[in-house]
């Protein structure tokens, strides 16, 4: 059976794939469960993807795994959140490979216990020389761009920088996210249309994939699926296609 992977070109991953995880409540609603059971069931398909990934030849992958206003929802549902993340951190399988783990988001929020583990995973993968899976946890882009502005504002305050220095570089160098490229590719799974408070500066000229499928029956298969749909198109940054033809 032909698969989307037969017709990818290796040559030509995207660097930084970005994913909203959307429809994990959806689809154990679905199928007569609770919320939770479709977590667990994304958390499986957390793994597939990230393996998948790193075979591709992918270089950065960012997961947006629990966002700032997520923190609104029934308090059971945040401890059962913060309890699976607890769970389905396996450091040998990013060690088997060579994944490297961080987190971006607003960490001071995450529960003790939660931030040692991840902090754990982070400090051991750091040896690893393979893709970069990031989990976006206590994320918003909201929040990142505000800490930025505070940022660069005491820098000019304090006189070390120069307002007519600021450029969308300066920008760059205080965000969250400063240590990657950004996205070639953002994927939405779960039938939305939108962004979602989500890398929103940075996702300025990426290719963006929306598609229908829950994120707990989003497999390689889909994955390539997506990565195909992006070699199709021509990424013109601005310009024209006449002017990416010239040398």
């Given at each position: 059976?032909?698969?989307?992977?037969?017709?990818?070109?290796?040559?030509?991953?995207?660097a930084?794939?970005?994913?909203?995880?959307?429809?994990?409540?959806?689809?154990?609603?679905?199928?007569?469960?609770?919320?939770?059971?479709?977590?667990?069931?994304?958390?499986?398909?957390?793994?597939?993807?990230?393996?998948?990934?790193?075979?591709?030849?992918?270089?950065?992958?960012?997961?947006?795994?629990?966002?700032?206003?997520?923190?609104?929802?029934?308090?059971?549902?945040?401890?059962?959140?913060?309890?699976?993340?607890?769970?389905?951190?396996?450091?040998?399988?990013?060690?088997?490979?060579?994944?490297?783990?961080?987190?971006?988001?607003?960490?001071?929020?995450?529960?003790?216990?939660?931030?040692?583990?991840?902090?754990?995973?982070?400090?051991?993968?750091?040896?690893?020389?393979?893709?970069?899976?990031?989990?976006?946890?206590?994320?918003?882009?909201?929040?990142?761009l505000?800490?930025?502005?505070?940022?660069?504002?005491?820098?000019?305050?304090?006189?070390?920088?120069?307002?007519?220095?600021?450029?969308?570089?300066?920008?760059?160098?205080?965000?969250?996210?400063?240590?990657?490229?950004?996205?070639?590719?953002?994927?939405?799974?779960?039938?939305?249309?939108?962004?979602?408070?989500?890398?929103?500066?940075?996702?300025?000229?990426?290719?963006?994939?929306?598609?229908?499928?829950?994120?707990?029956?989003?497999?390689?298969?889909e994955?390539?699926?997506?990565?195909y749909?992006?070699?199709?198109?021509?990424?013109?940054?601005?310009?024209?296609?006449?002017?990416?033809?010239?040398?």
């Open positions: 059976m032909t698969s989307y992977k037969d017709f990818i070109d290796k040559s030509r991953i995207p930084h794939i970005a994913i909203i995880m959307d429809g994990n409540g959806r689809w154990a609603k679905q199928r007569g469960h609770a919320r939770s059971f479709g977590h667990q069931a994304g958390a499986e398909t957390v793994h597939v993807i990230a393996e998948e990934a790193a075979r591709l030849g992918v270089k950065y992958l960012t997961l947006y795994t629990f966002s700032t206003e997520n923190w609104k929802r029934p308090a059971e549902e945040v401890s059962a959140l913060m309890a699976l993340l607890m769970d389905s951190i396996e450091e040998e399988t990013l060690m088997k490979n060579n994944i490297r783990f961080r987190i971006i988001g607003e960490k001071d929020k995450l529960p003790v216990n939660v931030a040692e583990r991840l902090q754990q995973c982070i400090k051991r993968t750091s040896v690893n020389t393979g893709m970069c899976l990031v989990l976006a946890l206590s994320y918003s882009s909201k929040w990142e505000t800490e930025a502005v505070k940022q660069i504002a005491a820098q000019v305050a304090c006189q070390k920088l120069a307002v007519d220095e600021i450029t969308d570089k300066t920008i760059d160098q205080y965000l969250a996210t400063s240590f990657m490229p950004d996205p070639d590719l953002l994927i939405r799974t779960g039938g939305e249309i939108r962004l979602s408070n989500y890398l929103l500066w940075q996702c300025a000229y990426s290719e963006l994939y929306f598609c229908d499928t829950y994120w707990p029956d989003f497999k390689a298969e994955f390539c699926k997506a990565i749909d992006y070699q199709q198109r021509e990424r013109r940054f601005g310009k024209t296609s006449e002017q990416l033809l010239k040398p």
